[in-house]
C-alpha cells in the first residue's frame, strides 16, 4: 500500500464526509478511483477507517498529487496532524445494507439490524443516498412499533448520554406546528420554582418562525458548554439552552439531514428521533404535546391517539416514564410568531401583566401542572393550581430572571423592527379559522427567525368580531425586500377565515 | 440581489453538482446559506438556473469571499467566462417531488408525472439523495408495466436521439450476467457482413470482468467522435464503439448512478434504462438476450418470460422492433474471461480456428440468424444458415478487419499476463455446475477489466470430465496482489461443482 501525506482542505462540507485525490496521484488510475466513489481512509492497516465520498483534484494547490486532502470535518475525524501517512481503499458498502434492502423488500427488521444500521450510519459508512434507501424503505413499508423501538434504543446506544444525578429528571416536548407556542419558556422557570430538575435543551427553528432556542437567544445566552449547563442545573435546577452541541443521538441528526430535504413523514421515525434525544439527554420524566387543529400536524383524533399509544409504548420499553397531552392546535398560542415578539409574550406572562395573551398562560400552566405531578409529594390534579401560584405569586419570573444572569442575560434588549404594515380584514365577521401554516410561512418570509425582532403580532384569534378594514395581525421586517414578500403573501391569503354575522 | 464573480474550481464533482462559497461572503449569514444547501446559480433574473450543492470555504485560494466557486462539471454548465457576475438563491425542491411522494405512498404514476420527474432530473434539479427517494420508491411499490413504458419515453425524450438515416438499424443487448458472452464481436461483422445497419455502441464494464468496448478495444479504438461513427457506419455498415459520449437518455446515467451503490434492482427501471439507449441510440429493430440459469440474473423461466413480455410491451408501444430470445446462461460462454482473453476466443471464431470455442460461435450465429431475420428479404429459419455461410467463409472475419481498420487498428497486440496459476480439480468427477458470479470475481480480482490480459481461462466445462489434479481453469494476473487475491478466491471456492463418477 502506498501512502499518501494528509492534508486539510478548507472547505466545510458539513455532514458529508469529503476527499481530494489530484488526477495525477498514481493511486488514481491503478486502483481505479474514481470521483464519487465511496473511498475508506487509515493511518494503519488495522485501524478503524473514515469514510469518505472521493473529489478528484485538478490544482496542487488544493491537494497535490502525494496529498490526499480531506474537507475539515473530516480531517478532524482522522485525529491526525497535516502530514501523516495515510492509506486508501475502496469501500465496501456497510454489512447493514442487505437489512435496507430487506426493509425495501417489505420484511420486518429485528433488534440487531437497527442496532448494526445505527453504527454504521454513526462511523459514517453510509452515503446520503444509503440514507435515504434506509429513510423512504422505512417510510413506505412504515415502522412496526416494535421496529420504532428498536430505532429508537440503537440511536440512544450509538451516542453520549447525559447523566445529571437525579432520580427525577423533567423534559417536556411540542410535536410543533403551531406558531408562538412558547409554553416552555414559562415551564422551566415554574417547574424549577418547585425545585424539580428541568434541565431543557432546545432546538433552532428550523422550518418554523421560531425555535425555544431562537426566543430564549432575545433574552439570555442559549450557547452554553455542557460544564456549564451542569452548573446551572444544580444551582437554579434548569436552564433553557441550545442542545446542538453535544453528542446526543447523532445517528438522528444524520437521518433528519436526509429526511428533511426529502420532506418525508413518518410517525416511527418521529417518534424515535423525539424519544432517543430526551434519552441521550438524560430525562427520566416526559410531557408530549401533540396539538390537534385542521392546520396543525395531527389532524384527527384518531391520529392523534394512534401518536400516544406510540409513544406510551416506546416509552413504557424504554424505562421512560412518559405522559402525553393533546392540546387545542386550531390557532396559533400567544399574539407573538417570531423570536422578539414570542418573548415578550413571555415576560408578560412572568410578569403577570395585564397585556399578556391567557392562552399561553393557561396553556402553559395545564403543562407544567401536570410536569409537577411527576413529584410523588404532589396530588393528582393538584399540578395546575400549583404550577398558578408559582407563577401569580413572582416566584417564577424571579427564577426566570436567576437562570438569564445564569446562562448570561443578553446585554441588548431587542429592538422593534423597523417596517410594520396592518393586514385589514376584508369585511366584518367573526374569526372561524387561523391557518397555522400560513401565519408561519408570512412570519418567516418578514424574515423570522434570523432577524430577531421580525414576524407576525396577532390582534384577533377565534371567535374574535372584528369590523371590514381593522387590523387582523401586524407584519414586522427589517428589510424592505422581506417586507414586500410577507405583505404579498398575507394580501393573497390572509390565513384568516371569517363568517359574516347573520 | 448581490452578484457573485462566477470562478471555476479545478475539482472533479462527477455527476453531482457542487459549489462554493466562502465563509466571509456577506450572503453566506445575511440569507441563511449552509454547507449542503441546494442553491440555484444564475448569470441574470430570468435565467434558468444550475443547481448545485453547497459546500462552506474557508481559503481564500480555492474561492475568494466576493467569488462563487463552481466544481469542474458545473462550470461547464453554466457557459460563462470567469470572472461572470453570477447570482445565487436557496433552490426549491423540484415540483415533480410531489409525484415522487405519491409514488412512495403506493400511488400509481400518469405519463406526466414521469416525464416531469425525468426533466427536472435531467436539468439537475434533483439532489441524490431526492433520486435515490424516487428509485426506492419504485423499487418497493414496484412499477406497472404502463409506468415503464412512460419512463422509457421520458428518458427518451429528455436527451439527444441519433438517426442513421435508414429505416433498418439493428441493435442487440444482453441483460448480462454471463461471463465470457462477447457475442456482440461476432455478430456485428456477420450482420454487417449481410449488409444490414449496425451500429454498435457498448459499455465499458463496470461490475464485470470485461463489457464489450473493453475488449473490442484490445482490437481497435473504441472513443470515437460521433462524425467518425456515422462515417465508419455508412461505409461499413457496422461498427463496435464505446457509448459513453452521446447525451443518449442521460437521465438513465444519471440514474443509474444511484442505483448502482445501492445494489438495486428493479425490473421496471432495468427495462426503461436498456430501451431507452437502444431507441435513443437510433436502433429501429432490437435483439434482446437474456441468459437463464441458477448463476444468471434470471433464475426462473417463470421470471424470463415476465421480462419477454415487459420487453415486448414497451417495446411495441414505443415503435422498436423487438425480439426476445432466452438463451442457456447455467455457465459462462467461451473459454477466456477478460478483455484480451475474450478477444482472443472471438478471433478464433472469426478466422474459424479449430481451438475456437463452439459454445460462443453457436450462440452468436444463434443471435445473428435472428437478426439476419430482421431484413424482409431473409425466409423465416434461414437466418442462423445464413449468419454460419457469412462467418465459415470468412466474409464476417473480412468485415471485422474492414471495422478495426475504421475504427483504427490498436498497434500493440495484446500480451499474456505476466503470471498463471492453474485451479486443480479437488477430485475426479464431472463438472455439473459453474458458477457465473464466482467466476467473475475472480477474474475481477486477477485485475479484469483494468489489465486486459488478467483474467481467466476455462479448461473445463459443464459435462466434462476430469481427473484429480487436473487444471480446471488457469488465472492469469499481471500483479502479485491481484494474482494473490485472485488465487486465494478460487482456493476457496472454485466456482466448480464437481460430482464423482459412480
Redesign the interface.
Known sequence: MTPLKLRK????????N?A?LH?GCPLYR?E?F???N?IEVRDGPERQPVVALL?????D??TAPDELGL??QTFAQMNLPEGGAVYISHAR?PDS?RAV?AK???DGLCRDDFMQICQDIANNRY???????F???C???GLERDETLYLTEAMVATGDRLDWGEQLTADKHCIGGIPGNRTTMLIVPVVAAHGMLMPKTSSRAITSPAGTADTMEVLAQVDLMPAQLQQIAQRQRGFIAWGGTANLSPVDDILI??ER????DSRGQMIASILSKKIAAGSSHLLIDIPLGPSAKVRSQAEALKLRKLFEYVGDRTGLQLEVVITDGRQPIGKGVGPALEARDVLQVLQNDPRAPVDLKEKALQLAGRILEFDPDVRGGQGCHLARDLLESGRAWQKMQDIIAAQGKNPVPPKQARLHFDVPASAAGVVTAIDNLQIARIARLAGAP?DKSAGIDLHKKLGDEVEQGEALYSIHAEFHADFEFAKNAAQQDSGYRLQARP
Not at 430535504?261 to 418525508?264: D, F, K, R, Y
Request: charged share 20%; net charge negative; hydrophobic share 45%.
Open positions: 482542505v478548507a472547505i466545510d462540507t458539513h455532514r458529508e469529503v481530494y488526477r491503478s481505479g474514481q470521483s464519487l465511496k473529489n478528484i483534484v485538478d490544482d494547490q488544493i474537507s475539515e458498502p445494507i434492502h425495501i423488500a417489505g452515503s446520503k443516498i444509503e440514507i435515504a434507501a429513510l423512504v424503505g417510510a413506505e413499508s439531514s436526509v430535504p426529502l420532506a418525508l434570523m
